[in-house]
């Protein structure tokens, strides 16, 4: 039996800073934008670009995370899903809007001396489902043991 696909991986950079709200539930949701650009040339040999926004939404502690750490121009990697809802609006109108269900996010931006340190840095958010591939690190790979405390 074949299994279906819906993912989407983008890497690009934040168009305003994320925003941030609670369901009725309590559960932490913050939604963002991504611009992502690509370059090339025509027939020609002009040089044309394009950019396109994809509209980003997380949920519970990666929604907090990426409240916490992101802002507007950080440059991101996002995994998820494409969902479309729809809506009526109070004339009738029906609208869409599609946006990519985030299940994964690592910041690119390289940390500035402020926020760095060797003890206590996180590595990047990954959804707990999710599972390292070979060559890749888990979580436990940057464990520090007390034989690893240099004093």
């Not at 305003?16 to 949701?29: A, F, H, L």
């Not at 690119?108 to 599972?131: A, N, Q, T, V």
């Amino acid at each position: 039996m074949a299994k279906d696909l819906n993912k989407v991986m983008i890497i690009g950079r934040l168009g305003k800073d994320p925003e941030m709200r609670y369901t009725p539930g309590g559960s932490p949701v913050t939604t963002f934008s991504v611009a992502t650009g690509r370059q090339w040339k025509d027939g020609s040999g002009e040089v044309h670009e394009e950019t396109e926004w994809f509209n980003v939404v997380t949920w519970n502690k990666l929604a907090e995370i990426c409240h916490e750490h992101l802002r507007k121009s950080s440059r991101v990697y996002i995994e998820g899903r494409l969902q479309t809802r729809h809506w009526e609006d109070q004339n009738g109108v029906t609208h869409y809007r599609t946006e990519v269900v985030a299940s994964d996010m690592i910041m690119l931006d390289s940390r500035g001396p402020r926020e760095s340190s060797h003890y206590g840095d996180e590595p990047p958010y990954h959804h707990p489902d999710h599972r390292p591939q070979r060559g890749q690190q888990s979580k436990d790979d940057f464990a520090i043991g007390d034989e690893d405390i240099p004093f």
